[in-house]
């Protein structure tokens, strides 16, 4: 599946942030926020979900209990499947320093579409 990440390709972007990225909502796991599509005008970078490298795992909203239809929350997972928060706290420790956490290029490596706009009404 390809999922997107709003915004330019910079590691800062592909890096969640403290607090807005790391806490779940209803029917959302926490995580870096990705979408199956486009706003239109908006560039983003298309990540290949397949492409992701353990422990990184994708995790679709659950519209039933509150999650958003087409989001999807890219984070570090547990051997049950579940968020490691504990990893998704670090991960998000690195945003903004010099380093890119092993986490953030991943996903770097799974990117198919560059650049991407989404198209106009």
Not at 20 to 27: A, E, I, L
Not at 57 to 84: F, R, Y
Not at 93 to 101: W, Y
Request: hydrophobic share 35%.
């Amino acid at each position: 599946m390809i999922v997107y990440i709003w915004g330019n390709l910079t590691a800062d972007n592909f890096t969640p942030r403290l607090d807005k990225d790391t806490v779940g909502r209803p029917g959302q796991q926490p995580g870096l926020s990705a979408s199956e599509m486009i706003p239109p005008g908006k560039k983003a970078q298309g990540i290949d979900t397949d492409k992701l490298k353990p422990p990184l795992g994708a995790c679709p909203d659950d519209a039933s209990q509150g999650g958003t239809v087409g989001h999807v929350a890219i984070a570090p997972l547990d051997e049950s499947g579940a968020v490691d928060v504990k990893s998704l706290e670090a991960w998000a420790t690195s945003r903004g320093t010099s380093s890119i956490h092993d986490f953030t290029q991943i996903l770097l490596d799974a990117v198919v579409e560059p650049n991407v706009k989404g198209a106009s009404k």
